[in-house]
């Protein structure tokens, strides 16, 4: 590089004023905040509680009240615990595999908007960008079952990986309905081309495309279901098959960043579900550039937030582990044919409307 | 710095905010927890008894055909996207295009599914 280019790259840094800074400053800070605190409430509320109670059972009651600081203790624990590299293992890949997962999950937030001007930053790609980066996870569970030399482990990774991209095909083809109906990728745009949207003419409720596209919510809340390797989907990690699979090896907060990854994955892709078939953080009536919506769009958000997040694990809770080859089918076989008809018919509906 | 650069460097920030992250609690768990080497520790884990051979053993080629047929179809569905987001402009002519194309896509998981690609085993 020459020294005039390495000038003016830095001229153009330099040229960016300081509220730039304070308010990525700002976004960084509450990101960082909200990322754990959405992992450790999604945790609690359901992997502990609601699965507590539809098994009849208490879960944990003990630290804070009602077990509520239970995730915490557990982080403590975990932070205490030896940090233990096999000897085999290919060392520099095996620590950067948690870091590349974790990556993937915090780069999915930029893009998620929860209020007119509350978002990281509105990128005209939007939901291509986020499912892009969501994609990146199969790479550090390739990488974390390769790198522990271990038979589970490379099982496991090699389980995910053939699971992770048979499901993205179903995922990025139902995302297509809504991109046709709304006519962009923005998600910013996806939110207000719902609340301003009219179903058959009639406006009172706006569109919401979980209504025109519930074969495309559908199919998508299958897909996160594999992408997040829960179960029914959950052969890259099971425990009474291959012990944990990619994470065999793992111990301590190494271990522990491949379970913040996946609850913030949930949450991430939880939201996403509401910001593009619940109308996101926006409500159909009244002035969607009002700042008002600043302060209760991430409410409202987090109110549709939470209901899909309901509905995946209550699926999490309900249905056995399918095997690898019902697995493959059910991708191959069901959700992607089905997606190609939905873009089709999307498609026919908005030429002849 | 353009305002389509400057959401980027945010892009960018934030990757490097999940590396502050991971290796700032690495820093403070390395304060904490204890280091007893053992040179059983660091042994393979196998159900505990002695490892076998390596760990990087053969797999299934299954694997590795799923992933050819999913670059196929993923290039696809790149070209899908921006069809999508300008359907309105382009009318019957961009719906009937779309519809040869995923004819052939079709196409192509049909023959992947005749030859028992699709089928594990």
Redesign the interface.
């Known amino acids: 590089m020459t020294p005039a280019f390495l000038q003016s790259l830095t001229g ?2 330099l ?2 004023e300081v509220p ?1 800074w304070v308010s ?1 400053a700002i ?2 800070g509450l ?2 905040l909200v990322i754990p605190t959405a992992a450790l409430m999604l945790g609690y509320v359901f992997l502990l509680k609601m699965m507590s109670f539809m098994q009849s059972r208490l879960g944990p009651m003990e630290a804070g009240p009602y077990g509520s600081l239970q995730l915490l203790a557990d982080g403590v624990k ?11 293992a290919d060392r520099t890949v095996f620590a950067l595999a ?2 590349v997962v ?2 993937s ?3 999915i ?2 893009v998620i908007p929860a209020g007119p001007d509350a978002v ?4 005209d790609v939007g939901i ?1 960008y986020a499912l892009a980066v969501s994609s990146l996870s199969v790479v550090g569970i390739l990488m974390a079952g ?1 790198a ?8 496991g990774g ?1 389980r995910a ?2 699971q992770l ?2 499901y ?2 179903p995922l ?2 139902a995302v ?1 309905g809504v ?2 109906q709304a ?3 923005d998600l910013q745009k996806i939110v207000t081309a719902q609340a301003h949207g009219e179903i058959f003419g009639w406006g009172g409720i706006g569109n919401p495309f979980i209504l025109t596209q519930f074969v495309g919510f559908f199919i998508f809340l299958v897909a996160v279901q594999a992408e997040l390797t829960q179960p029914p989907f959950d052969m890259p990690v099971a425990e009474s098959e291959i ?1 944990g699979g990619y994470q ?2 793992y111990t ?3 271990f522990l ?1 491949f379970f913040m990854g996946e609850f913030g994955t949930a949450f991430a892709f939880a939201a996403l579900a509401a910001v593009m078939f619940l109308g996101g953080w926006a409500l159909p009536w009244g002035d969607l550039t009002h700042w008002g919506f600043n302060i209760a769009g991430p409410v409202i958000l987090l109110i549709k937030t939470l209901a899909v997040a309901t509905l995946i694990f209550w699926f999490r809770f309900t249905y056995p582990r399918l095997r ?2 019902q697995l ?2 059910l991708a ?2 069901f959700l ?2 089905l997606s ?1 008809v939905n ?2 018919v999307t ?2 509906f ?2 002849a409307l | ?1 353009s305002e389509f ?7 960018v ?3 490097g ?3 502050a ?2 290796f700032g ?2 820093g ?3 304060l ?5 080497s053992q040179s059983q ?7 505990g008894v002695d ?1 076998v051979g ?4 053969q ?2 080629i ?2 590795y055909v ?2 050819l ?2 670059v196929m ?2 290039v696809e ?1 790149v070209f ?2 921006p069809w ?5 402009a382009y ?2 002519f ?2 009937i295009e ?2 040869i194309f ?1 004819f052939i ?2 196409l192509g ?1 049909l023959y ?2 005749r030859k028992s690609v ?4």
């Open positions: 153009a840094v040229a960016l730039y990525s976004k960084l990101v960082a975990f932070l205490q615990k030896e940090d233990i590299f096999p000897e085999k948690p870091l974790l990556i999950t915090f780069l937030y930029v990281v930053a509105q990128l291509f390769w522990s030399a271990n038979k589970y482990a490379l099982m090699l990986a053939g991209i048979a993205e095909l990025v083809l297509m991109v046709i006519g962009t990728l012990v065999v090896e301590g907060f190494r960043f690898e080859d493959q089918r191959w076989k992607i044919p190609l873009i089709v498609g026919i908005k030429v | 710095m650069l400057r959401d980027y460097l945010l892009v920030l934030f990757l905010l999940a590396g992250l991971v609690m690495l403070l768990s390395s904490l927890r204890p280091t007893r520790k660091y042994l393979t884990y196998e159900s490892p390596s760990g990087w053993t797999s299934n299954r694997y799923f992933a047929l999913f179809f993923d569905a899908i996207f999508a987001t300008r359907l309105e009318g019957t961009g719906l779309m519809a995923i896509l079709a998981l992947a599914w699709l089928r594990w085993i």
